[in-house]
């Protein structure tokens, strides 16, 4: 226990005995009529209470005088009890929101711990300091700026919610979570965090760090995979991956219905019981009627992360993707490309070019027409700058590194070692996240702006190795199920938060999205492409393509939960994270925060000065009472 303002005690010295004081002076004469003072014996009391100094009587009135400047006096000394918490006046509170947030280890979620505790570090702000909220997860948002209003503070971070599927990349929120603090030199940053985030390497920021982990369990077995694949003639091959994410092994039953009309349609299929050590998996394949059109997967049991816990596949589609490909003479590409299913190439030269129609990806190599083509692009070795990144000179020799963390683009894939002749550097792309990286800077990037997927894949192929490498193909794979997400084929699975883009063609006039959760909503195409942004939720997407109000197609998409780097919830309790001028690392320290009492001592003071006027005033509250009371008997009768 400490105060702040210690020295409001010391006028408890001199106003409590002045009240003491000024009771023992105070004349205390009532004017009554009597016969004859005779017969009044509390006349010479009275008489007595015309004496100065007399002595103290006991008296109501005072002790709660004395209990209220008593308790007012406290409330102005500002006790506090030290705490888990901060102490600055510059609040930066970082909120991890990513899908391993959900584990229900801690009651109810860890999500709703971590935003409890955000809640009481707001408390514990000093008057007059201010807070920003930055949550993060997917995409980062910013829901309340350096405001001292608190009541906007706890409005923001009640806001949070849970991002499926989206990474834990800390990147950009501690990049800004650095500038603020370094504004202030009284700034604290709160980490609130399973800490299974991505960080990036030796990062430093300044100000105080504090670091809240949140989370005890890691039992957690989730559904990987669930896929749906044309078979034999007549049938599909369901295919089912369960993964043990816990330190123990797990017994799990595994539920299979199928659905050959819609979503209200499930019915049985099969179970199967399932005995899976730690850190491994068990799979499941069946075969299935050619006629199954969805099929949903849940496992039966408890874990910590029971969203997880739930998938869907929906039957496989072989309408094509339609590529452009714009190359002076790429065999490398050609074959790779070549090599997918469902992929419908129409390459161009670069002389003989045209940009009439609208496919879902045009791939751009070493060529850069000017505007560049709507719709998403993959370049490669850009040749100048854009509107969207500054090629600022040239790499020689770059060793390349894939990022840290769950990066869709390079899943399966080992880069082992590359060798490059040279590359392009690459500039102010802000809205791109790294995807390969080298010493002297990144390789290929990839993002997301003006609601366009771009890549950029800064080298010449023809001067490295990278086609040699079994990594080559499979790069490809995945650079085109993340730029034309959604189109045909496994790519029907789509990652929670990540725009699905739908080509139209020239006959549909709109698109009606049905979401998870029954919404519907009205999309018109774009130079021939309907872009759905808001795929967050986890469930079945249902999109009708309309001609003039009639249905010409309807395509089903899934969201599914897993995520491989969000599977794994085991709570970390250090994160590599250094302040300014010091080496402590962010990590779970004692914390000096307070948590203060003045709040709670001026109410109760509050509450005894009614009662002191309750008691001062009692014979008029009688009487009016009494006035009430005849009043409501008069009425009845």
Known sequence: MGLINPWFLALAAIILPSIIVLYMLRLRREERTVSSTLLWRMLVRDVEANTPWQRLRRNLLLLLQLLIALLLLLALARPFIKTQGIGGRNLILIVDRSASMGAVDVSPSRLEAAKAQALQLIEQLQDGGRATVIAFGGKMEVPAA?????????????????????????????????????????????????????????????????????????????????????????????????????QREATRRLVIEVSFGGEADFQLFNVYDLSILPGQDQTVTAEVSGEVRLVRARLEGSDDLPVDDLAWAVQASSDPIPVRFVTPGNRFM???????????????????????????????????????????????????????????????????????????????????????????????????????????????????????????????LHESDLPLSPAFPLLISNLIGYLAPGSGGEAAQIRPGEPLSIPTGDLATAARVTYPNGDEEMIEPDDGVVVVAATQQIGIYQVELLQDGEVIRSINYVANPYSESEAHITPITVLPIREAGGGIVGREIDKEGRDEWWRPLALVALLVLIVEWLVAHRGGVARLRRRVSGLGSRVSN
């Open 146 to 246: 350096a405001t001292s209003d608190r009541r906007e503070l706890k409005r923001a971070v009640q806001s949070i919610e849970l991002w499926h599927g989206g990474d834990s990349d800390m990147s950009q929120a501690l990049s800004l979570a650095g500038a603020l603090a370094a504004r202030s030199p009284e700034s604290e940053i709160a980490i609130l965090s399973d800490g299974e985030v991505t960080v990036p390497v030796s990062v430093t920021l300044p100000g105080t760090i504090r670091y809240f982990p949140v989370g005890s369990g890691n039992n957690n077995q989730a559904i990987a995979a669930l896929t749906l694949e044309a078979g034999g003639p007549g049938t599909q091959t369901l295919f089912a991956r369960v993964l043990n994410e816990g």
């Open 334 to 460: 050609a074959v790779a490309l070549s090599l997918l299913p469902r992929v419908q190439v129409t390459a161009y030269l670069t002389e003989t070019a045209t940009f009439t129609d609208t496919p879902v990806l045009t791939i751009l190599d070493e060529f850069m027409p000017d505007p560049l083509p709507a719709g998403n692009l993959l370049i490669i070795d850009p040749p100048r700058s854009t509107p969207y990144f500054s090629v600022t000179g040239e790499l020689n020799r770059p060793l390349p590194r894939p990022v840290a963390g769950d990066e869709p683009i390079l899943r399966h894939i080992e880069l082992g070692e590359i060798n490059i002749l040279r590359a392009a550097q690459l500039q102010n792309a802000p809205w791109a996240h790294t995807v390969i990286d080298s010493d002297a800077g990144p390789l290929l990037i990839a993002g997301e702006i003006d609601g366009r997927r771009i890549a950029v894949l800064t080298f010449d």
